[in-house]
Nanobody
Framework: VQLQASGGGLVQAGGSLRLSCAAS????????MAWFRQAPGKEREFVAR????????DYADSMKGRITISRDNAKNTVYLQMNSLKPEDTAVYYC?????????????????????WGQGTLVTVSS
């Protein structure tokens, strides 16, 4: 499984970005997906997750109401729409995948449960 994240960049506070994560080498619809982020000097933290069908989602409290995770299984891509960005959202954002063929429930927020990771895309929010 290879994951390629893109869409990061420099944006002013209050602005929006849409991150994308393209998967290859797998049957994408068999995998739950998630986004995490890591700011300088901080641990990697959960941002959002989505079931393999896209029917269920979950968000970190720090970003709830400002972000939307979605997926297009026909395009093997998961998205993270981020609005009303704040300087404290500055971080490298990573997409991650976990095999979940036998169910369609949300998996853990713990990054250690996700076996496959993209390379990360940097989001910088200026004040």
């Amino acid at each position: 499984v290879q994951l390629q994240a893109s869409g990061g960049g420099l944006v002013q506070a209050g602005g929006s970005l849409r991150l994308s994560c393209a998967a290859s080498g797998c049957t994408f619809s068999n995998y739950n997906m998630a986004w995490f982020r890591q700011a300088p000097g901080k641990e990697r933290e959960f941002v959002a997750r989505i079931t393999r069908s896209g029917m269920s989602t979950d968000y970190a409290d720090s970003m709830k109401g400002r972000i939307t995770i979605s997926r297009d299984n026909a395009k093997n891509t998961v998205y993270l729409q981020m609005n009303s960005l704040k300087p404290e959202d500055t971080a490298v954002y990573y997409c991650a995948a976990v095999f979940n063929y036998y169910s369609d429930i949300l998996r853990s927020r713990d990054p250690s449960e996700y076996l496959y990771w993209g390379q990360g895309t940097l989001v910088t929010v200026s004040s």
